[in-house]
């Protein structure tokens, strides 16, 4: 059973850019959730995808927006990056309520 | 606001007796509650979770007890181990929805041998 896993592991990206992080769910999930950890802080959700629509969002701007693919992958795409955007960002992965399955995160850096 | 609160960011704990970690919440629609471990470099890694219909879950060393009335949760870890060591979140969510959820602060946990 391959796990979640996210891609780069680290990221340093310049104030005004933009970035794409990419997701790969746990074998057999159909559902993938973003969510960004800054420092010190719980993990706080931005939003899901489900069947390739978005399905919940969290408090974060329209420049936060994301893809699924039909074999359930995503990205995460954060336009005019900031600095307060630094932070671990976290890709979870589930099926039905089954507990979310966290990848091991990317850690962008706004310079 | 948080809906979620974590008030201990640490806690420390000799090998071998009980680790209690707690967690209180606000918002009523909350019906079931999760607790993640987090080690350096590594995703939270889920471990026990509970429902709003019961006030206790059991697996392993690890038992969640759920206080509805009081909006209060805690993670008893028995006995403590040093590879407990680690961030612990707390996490509720509303079934049904999203599957949104909403994470504490987390506590960082060292066990000490």
């Known amino acids: 059973e391959t796990g979640v896993t996210q891609s780069p592991t680290h990221l340093i990206k310049t104030r005004g850019q933009q970035v794409t992080l990419r997701c790969s769910s746990q074998s057999g999930h159909n559902t993938v959730s973003w969510y960004q950890q800054a420092l010190g802080q719980g993990p706080q959700f931005i939003f899901q995808?489900?069947?390739?629509?978005?399905?919940g969002r969290g408090n974060f701007p329209p420049r936060f927006s994301g893809l699924q693919f039909p074999n359930y992958s995503s990205e995460l795409n954060v336009n005019a990056l900031e600095l307060d955007d630094s932070a671990l960002y976290l890709c979870?992965?589930?099926?039905?309520?089954?507990?979310?399955?966290f990848g091991n995160g990317t850690r962008l850096t706004v310079t | 606001d948080q809906q979620v609160k974590q008030n201990s960011p640490s806690l420390s704990v000799q090998e071998g007796r009980i680790s209690i970690l707690n967690c209180d919440y606000t918002?009523?629609?909350?019906?079931?509650f999760l607790w993640y471990k987090k080690y350096p470099a590594e995703g939270p890694t889920f471990l026990i979770s509970?429902?709003?219909?019961?006030d206790k879950n059991e697996d392993g060393r690890f038992t969640v007890f759920l206080n509805k009335s009081a909006k209060h949760l805690s993670l008893h870890i028995v006995p403590s181990q040093p590879g407990d060591s680690a961030v612990y979140f707390c996490a509720a969510g509303a079934q049904g929805g999203s599957e949104k959820l909403v994470f504490g602060k987390g506590t960082k946990l060292t066990v000490n041998p």
């Open positions: 918002n009523s629609m909350f019906d079931y």
């Open positions: 509970i429902s709003s219909i019961k």
């Open positions: 995808y489900y069947r390739e629509e978005e399905n």
């Open positions: 979870a992965s589930s099926l039905g309520f089954s507990p979310l399955h």
